[in-house]
T-cell receptor, first 116, second 113 residues
């Protein structure tokens, strides 16, 4: 079964600084990988996904992630943090579930705080 | 993308009672999923629901506790039965629209007293 590890349950950066959220997966074959964002009291919104095309994936709101097979990593970055980026971020990997469906296995989440 | 709505958005329930959560999608989908997000935790898949067949439950979740219905291609319900305070969570439904990604509903915030 697939698993995902997010390093750091809380990350705090200053406004305008680089955002780096770490994600490592366990898989013997290249999986599908996702980053979701959850704003307070809201559902999950897809930021970006990797599906075996380009290894550098660009998403919404200026975020991007790079798939590195050798490191089994899919870290999320944004060059300049904005106050509105404060949220919970989840890395997820696809896995085969019941009825032939591709289910999502989520990491523990990283709460991003932006300091003014 | 997909427009997904859930009802209720939140509820406070007494222990021992049951709550049925509805999930409505704006277009037909084959697979629907139900997740639980316990306070301060990540999301855990409860079950996968395909229209016309029984739901498939993940390890640690059973049909008697979380019965699911999937009467058509745009609708599903999840019932949380015989609730206890440990069931206090956010329950989210999601759909797979193809393209190897899932879209999530806004969630139902359940508090059990």
């Amino acid at each position: 079964a697939q698993s995902v590890t997010q390093l750091g349950s809380h990350v705090s950066v200053s406004e305008g600084a680089l955002v780096l959220l770490r994600c490592n997966y366990s898989s013997s074959v290249p999986p599908y990988l996702f980053w979701y964002v959850q704003y307070p009291n809201q559902g999950l919104q897809l930021l970006l996904k990797y599906t075996s095309a380009a290894t550098l994936v660009k998403g919404i709101n200026g975020f991007e992630a790079e798939f590195k097979k050798s490191e089994t990593s899919f870290h999320l970055t944004k060059p300049s943090a904005h106050m509105s980026d404060a949220a919970e971020y989840f890395c997820a990997v696809s896995d085969w579930g019941g009825q032939g469906a591709q289910k999502l296995v989520f990491g523990q989440g990283t709460r991003l705080t932006i300091n003014p | 993308s997909a427009v997904i709505s859930q009802k209720p958005s939140r509820d406070i329930c007494q222990r021992g009672t049951s709550l049925t959560i509805q999930c409505q999608v704006d277009s037909q989908v084959t697979m629907m999923f139900w997740y639980r997000q316990q306070p301060g935790q990540s999301l855990t898949l409860i079950a996968t629901a395909n229209q016309g067949s029984e739901a498939t439950y993940e390890s640690g979740f059973v049909i008697d506790k979380f019965p699911i219905s999937r009467p058509n291609l745009t609708f599903s319900t999840l019932t949380v039965s015989n609730m206890s305070p440990e069931d206090s969570s956010i329950y989210l439904c999601s759909v797979d629209r193809g393209g190897n990604e899932q879209f999530f509903g806004p969630g139902t915030r359940l508090t059990v007293l």
